[in-house]
């Protein structure tokens, strides 16, 4: 393994969908930039997803509109990196079951289609003609936005990568940083290496790593796990789209399966007991399912937020960057979140107002 250069502009901590998407734009920009990550390629929560890139989140129009402009460059990323990420169209039905979520529905439609959102409200019969596993009388409307993919998030990591090699970035894989000095000098086993600029985008372990350099990064560790189930026979042969519940219960194709997501055990709770609940939720919203055996599929950890919202900034008394707490939500986000990052470092005014997603916020 060759060694780590003396000194570069920017070092970027981990090598998931967000630090390969910023390698990648600070590479191309001309920043001298070198990727570290602790373990292989995508292998933190980049790796823990449904596999959805999605433009709608309810309620946060801001990260909606990083969505909007991440989504197009996907969609232009086969051209750009030739790099194909199988993006099939399948929607977004986000079930509604109290009045006041429709209400909020309402007063945020405006402000999620100034952000470039395509949704609209649709009843519950509309709700279950989108996806037939809903049961109608469960629910009293959705809101249905179309754009929402199916996708392979390791593609897509392989792809950021593997242009960020092509624009001269530089990425170490089984190279985990233990220390960061004042002067921007970072260590690993590997040896040390002195940037100007220092990025954490290192998922799970955001906060470890901003502490290495004595900042505080309020982000912690959220354990998900993903189960599957099979489908009932009458199931459509196209692909249903995701679909989210206000309990956090959320379904979506998955090959000939149904991929399921509800969290993970609450601190007090067994897995046999929130396995029992999980399969509640999904028999009293989908009574197809109901009774089905629920299989698990794979887990991990995601980087959460206080307020579900990513923080992209930096910490001005020195020249640290991070971009983390995307809370399950990166992927939908990333090439944007690079972006922002690029700038930052550049000094260059950003596409967007940055301010609701510093720390300060």
């Known amino acids: 393994m060759s060694r780590l250069p003396e000194r570069v502009d920017a070092v970027v901590i981990g090598g998931g969908v967000i ?42 129009p801001l990260i909606s509109s990083l969505a909007v402009r991440s989504l197009a460059a996907y969609q232009a990323f086969a051209e750009r990196t030739g790099t194909d990420l199988g993006l099939r169209r399948i929607g977004l039905l986000v079930l509604f079951t109290d009045e006041h979520q429709v209400r909020d529905f309402r007063q945020t439609q405006a402000a999620q289609r100034a952000a470039g959102v ?26 249905w936005s179309p754009e929402a993919y199916a996708c392979d998030p390791a593609a897509i990591v392989r792809g950021y990568a593997e242009a960020a090699r092509q624009a001269g970035a530089v990425l170490r894989t089984d190279t985990p940083v233990t220390g960061i000095d004042p002067d921007g000098r970072v260590h690993t086993p590997a040896g040390s290496i002195r940037a100007d600029h220092v990025i954490c985008a290192a998922g799970p372990w955001a906060g470890t790593v901003a502490a290495m350099a004595d900042v505080r990064l309020p982000v912690t560790t959220y354990p998900v796990e993903m189960l599957l189930t099979d489908a009932p026979g009458s199931a459509p042969h196209d692909a249903l789209p995701m679909t989210m519940h206000p309990s956090s219960l959320r379904i979506r194709s998955w090959g ?106």
């Open 19 to 60: 630090g390969n998407s910023t390698a990648f734009r600070l590479a191309e920009s001309g920043v001298r930039t070198v990727l570290l990550e602790r373990g292989a390629l995508g292998s933190g929560s980049s790796g823990t997803t449904a596999g959805v890139v999605r433009t709608y989140f309810p309620g946060k």
């Open 118 to 143: 395509d949704v609209e409200l649709v009843s519950a019969a509309e709700a279950a003609r989108l996806n037939p596993l809903v049961d109608e009388r469960t629910v009293l409307a959705a809101a």
């Open 256 to 361: 000939d399966r149904i991929l399921v997501g509800m969290g993970r055990p609450a601190p007090d709770e067994t897995r046999q007991d929130w396995l029992r609940r999980v399969s509640h939720h999904l028999g009293t919203t989908f009574p197809k399912l109901a009774g089905h055996r629920l299989d698990s599929g794979w887990s991990g950890d995601l980087d959460v937020s206080p307020d579900g919202m990513a923080f992209i900034g930096r910490e001005h008394s020195r020249r640290f960057f991070y971009a983390a707490g995307f809370s399950g939500q990166g992927l939908c986000q990333a090439p944007a979140a690079g972006e922002i990052v690029r700038d930052l470092v550049l000094e260059k005014e950003s596409w967007i107002d940055t301010t609701g997603l510093s720390t300060a916020r």
